[in-house]
């Protein structure tokens, strides 16, 4: 079974982090360890934080000062972890709901296509979990574009 070291850069998303929390931690046929930074949200966000910490071994909350902005929580994150101990790294975003089969349907394109980096497209939905549109994001990247775009918040990385 893969490991994946999954990374998620917070701030003060607290309407969606439980429900993205709690489909991370239903992904199913891979093992995740879930690390979360937060940029020095409200309480109620560090109250939901502690609250899957305390619940789960394989979340954990990495505590520092405010690093001012998403690109720097995630550069952060990913010098807290040993990468070694991984299969896959992925970036999460604060506010979205993965279906059970998102990282090992991951893993299954990384492994066909032999390739380094995925990402998927994004099923857009409203407050109340409405459908709205479809945001393409899978179409093949080159020279590791996927870095530089929006894109890499759910890629997963081998």
Request: aromatic content about 12%.
């Amino acid at each position: 079974m893969s490991k994946i070291a999954l990374l998620l850069a917070a701030y003060n998303s607290y309407k969606f982090l439980k429900t993205q929390i709690d489909s991370i931690l239903n992904q199913g046929d891979v093992q995740v360890d879930l690390f979360i930074s937060d940029d020095i949200s409200t309480y109620q966000i560090l109250k939901i934080i502690h609250y899957f910490c305390d619940k789960h071994k394989n979340v954990r909350y990495i505590k520092h000062l405010s690093v001012g902005g998403l690109a720097k929580n995630f550069y952060l994150l990913i010098n807290q972890i040993d990468t070694k101990k991984f299969n896959y790294i992925s970036l999460v975003d604060q506010d979205n709901v993965w279906p059970d089969y998102k990282l090992s349907r991951a893993i299954e394109q990384l492994q066909q296509k032999k390739a380094h980096a995925y990402s998927s497209d994004i099923n857009a939905v409203d407050e109340k979990e409405k459908f709205l549109k479809i945001i393409k994001r899978s179409q093949p990247q080159k020279n590791w574009i996927i870095f530089l775009k929006h894109w890499a918040r759910g890629a997963v990385f081998s």
